[in-house]
């Protein structure tokens, strides 16, 4: 079980971290991701990271500001966001893929196996 937290009301140009904890014990069996959907659009691809924390990658509008990290000990993912703008008003989800250790990050949502239940950013101008 995935459970997303920190979301909140924010102004542009703000900052926040969203954290995603797994109840689970095999954490660093998956490679992790976050997702977004904003609304009236679907759900897209924001970040992910693979299982040792290694490798990452970002949406394109999103580098530069955004940073995913993990931490294996505590079953958590983060999502680090700064230099927020309106358009980044969304739900966030984090998932998880159940993976080898070699696997790339997928921005594949229908890859991830597991979902958590979102958290919503709104960003004001």
């Known amino acids: 079980q995935l459970q997303a937290s920190g979301g909140g009301l924010v102004q542009a140009g703000d900052s926040l971290r969203l954290s995603c904890k797994s109840s689970?014990?095999?954490?660093?069996?998956?490679?992790m991701g976050w997702f977004r959907q904003a609304p009236g659009k679907e759900r897209e691809f924001v970040a992910g990271?693979?299982?040792?924390?290694?490798?990452?990658v970002y949406e394109d509008s999103v580098k530069g500001r955004f940073t995913i990290s993990r931490d294996n000990a505590k079953n958590t993912v983060y999502l680090q966001m700064n230099s927020l703008k309106p358009e980044d008003t969304a739900v966030y989800y984090c998932?998880?893929?159940?993976?080898?250790?070699?696997?790339?990050?997928?921005?594949?949502?229908?890859?991830?196996?597991?979902w958590g239940q979102g958290t919503l950013v709104t960003v004001s101008s």
């Open positions: 689970g014990r095999s954490f660093n069996l998956f490679v």
């Open positions: 998932a998880a893929e159940r993976a080898i250790m070699t696997a790339p990050v997928t921005t594949d949502a229908s890859e991830y196996d597991y």
């Open positions: 990271v693979s299982r040792g924390g290694g490798g990452t």
